[in-house]
């Protein structure tokens, strides 16, 4: 084999693996994993320990500082809010988020309504309480011929 067709099958394979590696979701580094999950709430509750500590000092109504009012309570919410996100995003590796619960799709219910349609001769449509009566009619004149032979 020539180099040529060595070298334009290794481009077609190199352009093959990077338009898979386009399509696969990336996963988060660590340091990327520990920004997000500690990092963020971290300063979500130091962002209220501090607004707590200026409403004490300054406020015009200073109420006490309380640590896991203050600090732990915003920590704890961010935190959920992250897991919750990154489960739904599989590991933020999606930007459509899927549900937690999944939920059964409604299906419709067709109702099947079977009916015997008679047609006389003309094409009318006789109705089935008309059949039933013209039925018993007959019925009860072919008996009332017969007790008459």
């Given at each position: 084999?020539?180099?040529?067709?060595q070298?334009?099958f290794?481009?077609?394979s190199?352009?093959?693996?990077?338009d898979?590696?386009a399509?696969?979701p990336?996963?988060?580094?660590?340091?990327?994993?520990?920004v997000?999950?500690?990092?963020?709430?971290?300063?979500?509750?130091?962002?209220?320990?501090i607004?707590?500590?200026?409403?004490?000092?300054?406020?015009?109504?200073?109420?006490p500082?309380?640590f896991?009012?203050?600090?732990?309570?915003?920590?704890?919410?961010?935190?959920?809010?992250v897991?919750?996100?990154?489960?739904?995003?599989?590991?933020?590796?999606?930007?459509?988020?899927?549900?937690?619960v999944?939920?059964p799709?409604v299906?419709k219910?067709?109702?099947?309504?079977?009916?015997?349609?008679v047609?006389?001769?003309?094409?009318?449509?006789?109705?089935?309480?008309?059949?039933l009566r013209?039925?018993?009619s007959?019925?009860?004149s072919?008996?009332?011929?017969k007790?008459?032979?």
């Amino acid at each position: 084999m020539s180099t040529s067709k060595q070298s334009a099958f290794s481009k077609l394979s190199q352009d093959r693996q990077d338009d898979q590696n386009a399509t696969k979701p990336r996963s988060m580094t660590i340091a990327s994993r520990a920004v997000l999950f500690f990092i963020f709430p971290l300063i979500v509750g130091s962002v209220g320990l501090i607004a707590s500590h200026i409403q004490f000092k300054y406020g015009k109504d200073p109420r006490p500082m309380n640590f896991d009012r203050d600090f732990i309570f915003p920590f704890l919410m961010t935190l959920v809010l992250v897991v919750v996100v990154s489960i739904q995003t599989g590991n933020f590796s999606s930007y459509k988020a899927n549900p937690l619960v999944s939920w059964p799709k409604v299906v419709k219910k067709r109702k099947i309504i079977r009916r015997t349609v008679v047609v006389d001769d003309d094409g009318n449509v006789i109705e089935d309480e008309d059949v039933l009566r013209h039925y018993q009619s007959d019925h009860q004149s072919g008996e009332s011929d017969k007790k008459e032979d």
